[in-house]
Nanobody
Framework: QVQLVESGGGLVQAGGSLRLSCAAS????????MRWYRQAPGKQRGLVAA???????NYADSVKGRFTISRDNAKNTVYLQMNSLKPEDTAVYYC???????????????WGKGTLVTVSS
């Protein structure tokens, strides 16, 4: 069994910062890409940022220059540093990871349960 657990969400004023964390645990041999998605009320879930094992990153246009994704491979953890937050960043943020189990043959996609970020104006 594999679990992804997010933390760090909360209420912040516009212009403020938050740092999200997502720790993967359980039967893990290796982790490929790790990603953050978000879903605002009434909208579809969309990709916010992604990072490969080697550290290559990509971001949604709406967060470029404000958000930074990073990972600690030794801790199986991915982070999302969010600066200059705007009310339109309000959403549930979900962690996603491609994980290979010991003895497994292919990477499987896992999701966390999400953490709520609310940005007040």
């Amino acid at each position: 069994q594999v679990q992804l657990v997010e933390s760090g969400g909360g209420l912040v004023q516009a212009g403020g910062s938050l740092r999200l964390s997502c720790a993967a645990s359980g039967s893990i041999f290796s982790i490929n890409a790790m990603r953050w998605y978000r879903q605002a009320p009434g909208k579809q879930r969309g990709l916010v940022a992604a990072i490969t094992t080697g550290g290559s990153t990509n971001y949604a246009d709406s967060v470029k220059g404000r958000f930074t994704i990073s990972r600690d491979n030794a801790k199986n953890t991915v982070y999302l540093q969010m600066n200059s937050l705007k009310p339109e960043d309000t959403a549930v943020y979900y962690c996603n990871a491609e994980i290979l189990a010991p003895g497994g043959y292919q990477y499987m996609n896992y999701w966390g349960k999400g953490t709520l970020v609310t940005v007040s104006s």
